[in-house]
């Protein structure tokens, strides 16, 4: 019997060390037997004369292998390239690119996916509003758009976000949210079919085993340790981050993420760390090993987008037994999770010196993140998925029986 088939279309890359949503629901697709393609936002001859990051290398290698294979042949993942892609520089930004750039692929996305066995599919799954033109090009038995965010607030916005994203929530069969907040967004517009499927966390990928060991970096760095991973983007407050480092100078802050934007953003402080982008199997080690989990938003410049957001890190701390500090937005308020929320510096400040100050709750925090495992958070997706299969069958043995 032929295998399902999954064409998901996401803002990230495949071996991002940023995973994100979309990679989780690709790990329990695969984990189900389906067979998935992920294919990224394309990368474009503006990324070689811009910056040549190690994202643009990595990018660019996938490209060039056209596309890697992985779990058994169960994963494909694939970055196309473009003449033109789409991007808020003035150049770069009409609707008409955001609409057309895959007609500029090289090779040709359409008929490339087709010849990798994805022409057809049971699902085209769509988070990134780049690559709305799937919808309608490829067949699929069903269609759905995940929110994880206020899109249109989002750094690389083209004027074409906001209309592309009303169209995807009123054209798929189904459309995923993250957060409460977007229900006020998406609701107005009467989409077929909504679920909300908020942010998880594989509790294996953070067990103790031998996330115990100190890492390197760390044994020059005094104790106690308060870690922050992830990007260091617009909803990140480095403003607040700096002040409460210099605030309490005998805690060593340390970041784990993009460093050259990290530096353009914070002073040099003897108690801050940057360590760079790291695999995301390799973080483990560093949340079991610091004292607390840090996630300072910033809900003052970026209301919009922040109170959308459902953070990842927050079930990745609390899967390590971390105590969590962080600034307060709507959506973190509604998980009454156990995370300690300051709504200003001094709270921010005052709840890091309460975390340090406690024995670390691990087996509490452990037992809350088990609650909200990806395998529970996508139960009402897979059995939406399995209906129409499950009908058939049901049809089928009726007509047998008689």
């Known amino acids: 019997m032929a295998r399902s088939k999954i064409l998901m279309a996401c803002s990230n890359y495949w071996t991002s060390p940023f995973n994100v949503g979309s990679h989780h629901w690709a790990r329990e697709f695969v984990s189900r037997g389906y067979e998935v393609a992920y294919i990224s936002d394309p990368i474009s001859p503006m990324h070689v004369l811009g910056s040549r990051s190690l994202e643009w290398k990595e990018r660019r290698r996938i ?3 056209g ?62 509003l780049v690559q709305s033109f799937w919808l309608g090009r490829i067949e699929a038995k069903k269609t759905l758009f995940r929110m994880t965010d206020d899109l249109p607030s989002l750094d690389k916005a083209t004027p074409s976000f906001a209309k592309v994203e009303r169209e995807l ?41 031998e996330s115990r060991i100190l890492p390197d970096e760390y044994k020059k760095i005094p104790k106690p340790i308060a ?85 990842l890190k927050l079930y990745q701390y609390l899967a390590c037994g971390l105590p969590v500090v962080s600034t307060d937005w709507e959506t973190i308020r509604d998980l009454h999770s156990p995370a300690l929320l300051s709504r200003n510096f001094e709270g921010f400040v005052k709840n890091i ?29 897979f059995y939406w998925l399995e209906e129409a299969s499950s009908t058939v069958r049901q049809v089928r043995a009726g007509k047998g029986s008689k």
């Open 63 to 65: 490209y060039d292998l």
């Open 67 to 128: 596309g890697l294979k992985q779990n058994d042949g169960l994963l494909w993942a694939y970055v196309p390239g473009t003449l033109a892609s789409p991007h808020p520089q003035p150049l770069l930004r009409s609707p008409w690119l955001h609409r057309n750039w895959f007609r500029m692929t090289r090779p040709s996305i359409l008929p490339y996916v087709q010849h990798q066995g994805f022409g057809k599919v049971d699902l085209l799954y769509i988070d990134s």
């Open 169 to 209: 929530i009123q054209q798929a069969d189904a459309v995923t949210y993250t957060s409460r907040v977007l229900e006020k967004k998406i609701f107005p517009l009467k989409p077929k079919r909504t679920f909300y499927v908020p942010a998880g966390v594989h509790l294996k990928d953070f067990a103790v085993s």
């Open 227 to 311: 870690v922050y991973v992830g990007s260091i983007g617009s909803r990140f407050d480095d403003q607040l981050l700096s002040l409460t480092a210099r605030r309490l100078p005998k805690v060593s802050f340390v970041l784990i993420g993009p460093e050259k934007e990290a530096r353009q953003k914070l002073p040099n402080l003897s108690n801050l760390y940057l360590l760079g982008t790291k695999p995301y199997d390799s973080i483990p080690p560093y949340l079991w090993n610091a004292a607390l989990g840090l996630i300072p938003l910033n809900v003052r410049c970026n209301p919009g987008l922040v109170h959308s957001t459902h953070p």
């Open 353 to 381: 010196k309460t975390a340090l100050d406690q024995p670390k709750p691990v087996r509490n925090n452990i037992r809350f993140a088990r609650k909200h495992e990806w395998k529970n958070r996508l139960k009402e997706i």
